[in-house]
């Protein structure tokens, strides 16, 4: 069973600072999803990496296969980015299947 | 076409009513999943249809009850819901999955409330 856990659990920042959450799993993977959410919102697909890094505008993810560990990055951060970002990563015996972190609340303060 | 469709946004039903949700996707992907996610916590994997054909149900109770009338939707129906059963419910696609992984497409979900 591959196990998912992300840090910090809550994090609270100021308009304009660099954001940091970690995820890491227990069991080697194909891909790694990044998801935001916003409150009372659904569920929006930032990222799906396997290997490396991707950015997308103020976000960037990395990805390290051998450490079973993934970070994702907001550069200047705005309180429009306020939302709880999930990791995923597919079930080992069955892909279709997502393994869901609990989630980070960010909230970005003006 | 990258957009996963659902409706109604908003449903409030009583425990004796029968409702329906639905999903669509025109990206011409061939697995659609249905997730229930409460308050505060990660979504909750119902079904998934790869092909139209139900693959995964996961142990739900009968009175959900999914169907996939084609390659682009996806219904959920519902009967006899209990108070607990509120929740948002996300639908996804995405293609199937073989040995790579695919990415999953979600919707904005619909908000449901047991009355």
């Known amino acids: 069973k591959n196990e998912v856990e992300q840090s910090p659990q809550n994090l609270t920042a100021q308009e304009g600072e660099f954001i940091t959450i970690n995820c890491s799993y227990s069991v080697g993977i194909s891909a790694l999803h990044w998801l935001q959410q916003h409150p009372g919102g659904g569920i929006v697909s930032l990222f799906m990496?396997?290997?490396g890094k991707k950015k997308h505008g103020r976000l960037i993810a990395t990805i390290n296969i051998q450490e079973k560990h993934s970070s994702l990055h907001i550069t200047a951060s705005h309180p429009r980015d306020s939302a709880v970002y999930i990791c995923a990563v597919p079930g080992y015996y069955n892909t279709d299947k997502l393994i869901f972190g609990t989630g980070t609340r960010l909230q970005v303060f003006p | 076409d990258t957009e996963v469709t659902q409706t109604p946004k908003h449903l409030v039903m009583g425990m004796t009513n029968k409702k329906s949700l639905k999903c669509e996707q025109h990206?011409?992907?061939?697995?659609m999943y249905w997730y229930k996610q409460k308050a505060k916590k990660p979504p909750e994997l119902m079904f998934v249809y790869s092909y139209e054909k139900l693959s995964i149900n996961e142990s739900v109770p009968s009175r959900f009850s999914p169907e996939c009338p084609n390659s682009s939707l996806l219904n959920l129906h519902l009967h006899a819901l209990q108070p607990e059963d509120s929740a948002l419910y996300l639908c996804?696609?995405?293609?199937?999955?073989?040995?790579?992984?695919?990415?999953?497409?979600f919707g904005p979900g619909t908000r449901l409330t047991v009355t």
């Open positions: 996804a696609s995405s293609r199937p999955y073989g040995d790579s992984s695919y990415e999953q497409y």
């Open positions: 990206m011409g992907h061939r697995a």
């Open positions: 990496l396997s290997s």
